[in-house]
């Protein structure tokens, strides 16, 4: 039978699951580090290894009934480790792992969304499990202070409950998120422990290279000079992994036998260029050929509208105007 604390998981999208479990197996071994990175993160895992040690042995639990979570937040660039470290600390604590993903878990009907934040917490307690909330800002977002519109109240009241679980649950709590800076105040004291994810320099990107080749079945040819890549290429481990497969692919899908193929330098040029232009694609916005600064107070409205999930209505709204003037002066001249 189904356990009922995942009903509130499934709403109006059939089979899809808004929690998911994964069975933890990649170690810190498996991810390529900058130094001072893996520093924040040995600090880490000993507040986790030193929790029993502290508060129950040395007895500050019972002076300190509340706020035992080891609440950690990882923030940095996309594919710069942070999910691969998550799996990586609850592997070393022999737990599942249960990634939450705020985007699928927010719902259509008032109250639920709150709701659906305490289950997630119920179902981490009764599984002895660690809680990573995907893009975090999204939950953790600053409250607002007008309440004129529900959506606002229903942020607000997210924003509050997940305050309270964390006061009263004693697990281990993860946040990931690309834009720290949207965090409400009140969870900096909240959370134990802030690790800064850089991206990778010179030589942690020429290992990262490395590694996504298997050491006996992948056909390397002579020409590849991982060296040279990272180098040349300023790139995250997420965008090597992927510009690997685009090689692979490419190298896989040209003529002649299977055994005779192989994965020249060319390949992985081709690879990671085009995966970078790709994220410059989607880095692209209205503003970008505007040489002139917007005001402060555009910004922070901007910024406001963005946490609230207004920016796109108000960028279209603003590139539909400037279209239709443009139109206008064309049809005068």
Not at 47 to 65: A, C
Not at 71 to 96: D, Q, S, V, W, Y
């Given at each position: 039978m189904a356990n009922p604390l995942l009903r509130v998981f499934t709403e109006l999208a059939g089979s899809r699951r808004t929690v998911e479990t994964v069975v933890p197996r990649r170690t810190f071994d498996d991810v390529i580090l900058p130094p001072a990175t893996r520093r924040a993160l040995d600090q880490a895992l000993v507040?986790?290894?030193?929790?029993?040690?502290?508060?129950?042995?040395?007895?500050?639990?019972?002076?300190?009934?509340t706020g035992l979570s080891l609440?950690?937040?990882?923030?940095?660039?996309?594919?710069?480790?942070?999910?691969?470290?998550?799996?990586?600390?609850?592997?070393?604590?022999?737990?599942?792992l249960l990634v939450v993903r705020y985007a699928e878990m927010e719902s259509l009907w008032m109250g639920q969304t709150p709701k659906n934040v305490a289950a997630v917490f119920r179902l981490a307690r009764?599984?002895?499990a660690v809680l990573l909330f995907d893009e975090a800002d999204s939950i953790a977002a600053r409250r607002s202070t007008s309440l004129e519109h529900g959506f606002l109240r229903e942020s607000n009241t997210v924003v509050?409950?997940?305050?309270?679980?964390l006061e009263t649950f004693n697990g281990v709590v993860i946040f990931a998120t690309n834009l720290a800076a949207n965090f409400d105040p009140a969870f900096e004291r909240r959370?134990?422990?802030?690790?800064?994810?850089?991206?990778p320099g010179v030589s942690e990107r020429e290992q990262i290279w490395r590694v996504q080749m298997h050491p006996r079945l992948t056909p390397l040819a002579p020409d590849v000079n991982f060296r040279v890549l990272a180098e040349q290429y300023e790139a995250s481990g997420g965008d090597i992994r992927n510009a690997v497969l685009k090689a692979a692919m490419a190298a896989a899908s040209e003529p002649g036998r299977d055994t005779a193929k192989e994965i020249h330098q060319r390949h992985l040029e081709e690879g990671i260029r085009e995966v970078l232009a790709a994220k410059k694609v989607m880095r692209q916005s209205l503003f970008d050929t505007q040489p002139t600064t917007l005001p402060s107070e555009t910004m922070r409205a901007l910024e406001t509208l963005s946490q609230r999930g207004w920016a796109p209505l108000v960028i279209g709204t603003i590139a539909l105007l400037l279209s239709i003037i443009a139109l206008i002066v064309t049809l005068t001249r």
């Open positions: 507040h986790v290894t030193s929790h029993e040690l502290i508060f129950n042995r040395w007895g500050l639990g019972e002076r300190h009934p609440a950690f937040n990882f923030a940095g660039p996309p594919g710069t480790g942070k999910t691969i470290c998550a799996e990586a600390i609850a592997n070393a604590l022999g737990r599942r009764e599984e002895n509050n409950v997940l305050l309270k679980e959370i134990r422990t802030h690790v800064l994810f850089e991206m």
